[in-house]
């Protein structure tokens, strides 16, 4: 079993940048699949991206293509949202996730983070 803890979230101006951090701890395997959601309040959870960890693969919702970017430090099994060029409308709760990478069904969660962009 896999524990994720969110960090880095906080408040900033449209245009700014933010890095959000996930923490990975328990039991891990290179057959895992990493994402970050992201909820809106009054709105349903959504997909952000996800990096697969053995290969680094990649994937993002076509809302934030171009301006942010995951990775992964294995050594720190950390995951990270680099979220650049910030919109209001990238204010959300946002969440990190794991699934197997056998799977579609992303069974651990943390607790999430609140990114808040001011105009």
């Known amino acids: 079993q896999v524990q994720l803890v969110e960090s880095g979230g906080g408040l900033v101006q449209a245009g700014d940048s933010l890095r959000l951090s996930c923490a990975a701890s328990g039991r891990t395997s290179s057959y895992l699949v990493m994402g970050w959601f992201r909820q809106a309040p009054g709105k349903e959870r959504e997909f952000v991206a996800g990096i697969n960890w053995s290969g680094g693969s990649t994937s993002y919702a076509d809302s934030v293509k171009g301006r942010f970017t995951i990775s992964r430090d294995k050594p720190k099994n950390?995951?990270?949202?680099?979220?650049?060029?910030?919109?209001?409308?990238?204010?959300?709760?946002?969440?990190c996730a794991s699934r197997s990478i056998t799977s579609m069904n992303y069974s651990y969660w943390g607790q999430g983070t609140q990114v808040t962009v001011s105009s």
């Open 78 to 95: 950390t995951v990270y949202l680099q979220m650049n060029s910030l919109k209001p409308e990238d204010t959300a709760v946002y969440y």
